[in-house]
């Protein structure tokens, strides 16, 4: 079992940034990948960016150049930079961690407006 705890939501500008926190506990052992969806009101879930073991990343093309997903192995936490924010920007943004099933933290709304 893996338990996922999320941070750093909130309300910003057109234009600014936000970083979201997601700490991991339990079985990380197991863990192979963490990342980030993200959910629009009246959408589906997307993803918006993910991060191996080793570092290696991978983004969504509609957050590539603004966003940076980056992890703390001491600190079992992976971390999303999010700059330029749009208002299309605005979702729940859910952390994941891929253990062969996947887990899911209880997200975090994220609102770009003016």
């Known amino acids: 079992q893996v338990h996922l705890v999320e941070s750093g939501g909130g309300l910003v500008q057109p234009g600014g940034s936000l970083r979201l926190s997601c700490a991991a506990s339990?079985?990380?052992?197991?863990?192979?990948?963490m990342g980030w969806y993200r959910q629009a009101p009246g959408q589906g879930r997307e993803l918006v960016a993910s991060?191996?073991?080793?570092?290696?990343?991978n983004y969504a093309d509609f957050v590539k150049g603004r966003f940076t997903i980056s992890r703390d192995n001491a600190k079992n936490t992976v971390y999303l930079e999010m700059n330029s924010l749009k208002p299309e920007d605005t979702a729940v943004y859910y952390c994941?961690?891929?253990?062969?099933?996947?887990?899911w933290g209880q997200g975090t709304p994220v609102t770009v407006s003016s």
């Open positions: 994941f961690a891929n253990a062969n099933i996947l887990y």
């Open positions: 991060i191996t073991r080793r570092g290696i990343t």
């Open positions: 339990g079985n990380i052992f197991s863990v192979n990948a």
